[in-house]
C-alpha cells in the first residue's frame, strides 16, 4: 500500500497573528509545498522528530505498523511560511489514508491537523496555519470564538480572486513561531490592554485591505500593512532582522513590507509593483530565498515523491 499527499506554505498579507484571537487574516498559499509518502515495508523507516512523534502519538496504530515514510519539503525551513504545518497536514492525510479511517470536511481537517500540532507536538500556534495549507488559495478567514487554549468554532472562509503584488523575502534566520507566539499569548490571556487592543486593531485592518488589493488601491493596501507591522513590533513580536529587512525594502522603494509569518527572523512580505527589480537589489544585498504568493490548491493527493530527504 502506498499514499502520499502535499500541502503548500503561506504567506500573511494582512491581520496575522490575530487568528489566535479570534480576528481575521488574509492570506494566500505559496508555490512551495511540502511532502510525505507513506508505504508498507519491512524494516520500518520513519522520520525522528517532533511531528512524527506527534502522529504516533495520535494515532498509535502507526507507532508499530510496518512503514517506510518519505518526506520532502520545499517551504524553507522554520522561515514563517507555515512549512512544519503544510509538512504535518501531509503527513496526516497519508496516516488518514493509511489506516482506512473517514475523510473529514475540510475546515475539520484543519481543526484536526492544528489540534495535533498544539497539543500533541506541543506548538503555541495559531489556526491561519492550519486552515490555509488545507484549503489553499487566497482566503479571507474570520476566525471569532477562537481563543489560543480554547479552539472554538470552526473558521468561516472566504475564497477571493486578486492581484498579488508581492515579494517574499526570507531572512535565513530560522526560529520555531511557539517562541514568538507563546509569550504574546501569555500577555493576551492575561488582559494586557495594550496587546488586547493592537490584536483588534490587526484584525480590524484585514477587511479594508482587501477591498483595496481587490480594486488596486496600493496606498491604501500598503497603510494597512504598515500599520499591521507597526503594531506587531510595538508589541515585541518583529524582531532586529526582520525590522532591517523591512527598513531595507522601503528604501529601495517598496510602498509597504511586513512579517509573513511570526518574527525574531523567518519572512518579510513586501508590496511591489516590480518584484523583479527589488529582488535584484537585495540580491545585491546578500539575500537568497525568494517566491511570491500563489492562488495554488491545499492538501492533495500526489504520484511516488522522488526524494527520500527526511524533515522534521
Request: with cysteine.
Amino acid at each position: 500500500m502506498r499514499v502520499a499527499y502535499s500541502a503548500p506554505g503561506r504567506c500573511g498579507i494582512i491581520g496575522n497573528p490575530s487568528d489566535i484571537y479570534g480576528g481575521k487574516v488574509l492570506s494566500c498559499s505559496l508555490p512551495l509545498r511540502n511532502y510525505c509518502e507513506i508505504r508498507s515495508e519491512v524494516p520500518r523507516e520513519v522520520p525522528d522528530g517532533a511531528l512524527w512523534a506527534a502522529l504516533d502519538k495520535r494515532f498509535p496504530e502507526m507507532a508499530t505498523a510496518n512503514v517506510a515514510v518519505r518526506l520532502r519539503s520545499e517551504v524553507p525551513r522554520s522561515s514563517g511560511l507555515a512549512g512544519s504545518t503544510a509538512m504535518l497536514a501531509a503527513m496526516v492525510a497519508c496516516v488518514r489514508d493509511f489506516l482506512s479511517l473517514v475523510h473529514l470536511e475540510t475546515r475539520e481537517f484543519a481543526e484536526l491537523v492544528r489540534d495535533i500540532e498544539r497539543n500533541d507536538a506541543g506548538v503555541m500556534c495559531g489556526y491561519q496555519d492550519a486552515y490555509m495549507v488545507t484549503h489553499g488559495g487566497l482566503q479571507l478567514m474570520d476566525f471569532t470564538g477562537k481563543h489560543p487554549v480554547n479552539p472554538g468554532p470552526v473558521a468561516q472562509m472566504l475564497g477571493v480572486n486578486a492581484p498579488l503584488p508581492f515579494l517574499l523575502v526570507t531572512t535565513g534566520v530560522e526560529r520555531l513561531s511557539g517562541s514568538v507566539h507563546g509569550p504574546m499569548s501569555e500577555r493576551w490571556l492575561a488582559g494586557e490592554e495594550k496587546v488586547v487592543q493592537g490584536i483588534e486593531r490587526i484584525s480590524a485592518l484585514t477587511e479594508p485591505a482587501l477591498h483595496a488589493l481587490i480594486s488596486g488601491d496600493h496606498a491604501r493596501l500598503a497603510a494597512a500593512m504598515q500599520e499591521n507591522q507597526a503594531i506587531i513590533a510595538e508589541l515585541g513580536g518583529s524582531g532586529p532582522q526582520i525590522d532591517a529587512l523591512i527598513e531595507t525594502c522601503l528604501s529601495f522603494g517598496a510602498p509597504a513590507a511586513k512579517l509573513a509569518g511570526a518574527g525574531m527572523g523567518g519572512t518579510v512580505i513586501v508590496l511591489t509593483e516590480d518584484p523583479s527589480a527589488l529582488k535584484r537589489r537585495l540580491q545585491e544585498r546578500g539575500f537568497t530565498q525568494f517566491t511570491s504568493p500563489l492562488i495554488a490548491p491545499g492538501i492533495q493527493p500526489e504520484r511516488e515523491i522522488d526524494s527520500t530527504a527526511i524533515a522534521g
